[in-house]
Nanobody
Framework: EVQLVESGGGLVQAGGSTRLSCAAS????????IGWFRQAPGKEREGVSC????????YYATSVKGRFTIVRDNAKNTVFLQMNSLIAEDTAVYHC????????????????WGKGVLVTVSS
């Protein structure tokens, strides 16, 4: 059984930083693409970032590019999302998920994803 367990997040001041962790079991993070999506109250799910298992290529949504960094630690079977220069619009529940690419478009959580952690950015 695949399990993705997120940790980190919480309340952060605007302009601040935080790091999310995603510990995987039943799934090896260097065997499949893995990333993060987020969902804010009343808004649609938004793909945030994905890291390729094959070559480590990273993808970022335009809204977070230059501020967020995804890193994979194969030894710990964990993926991290470093979030810097946070803004109020980053407030959301962040989910770790298997990500896939079809015709150049990224999809998250098509088969498995974690329960998520809440990040609240105070302005």
């Amino acid at each position: 059984e695949v399990q993705l367990v997120e940790s980190g997040g919480g309340l952060v001041q605007a302009g601040g930083s935080t790091r999310l962790s995603c510990a995987a079991s039943g799934f090896t993070v260097d065997d499949g693409d893995i990333g993060w999506f987020r969902q804010a109250p009343g808004k649609e799910r938004e793909g945030v970032s994905c890291i390729s298992a094959s070559d480590g290529t990273t993808y970022y949504a335009t809204s977070v590019k230059g501020r967020f960094t995804i890193v994979r630690d194969n030894a710990k079977n964990t993926v991290f999302l470093q979030m810097n220069s946070l803004i109020a619009e980053d407030t959301a529940v962040y989910h770790c998920a298997h990500c896939t690419t079809v015709a150049g478009k990224y999809y998250y959580g098509m088969d498995f994803w974690g329960k998520g952690v809440l990040v609240t950015v105070s302005s």
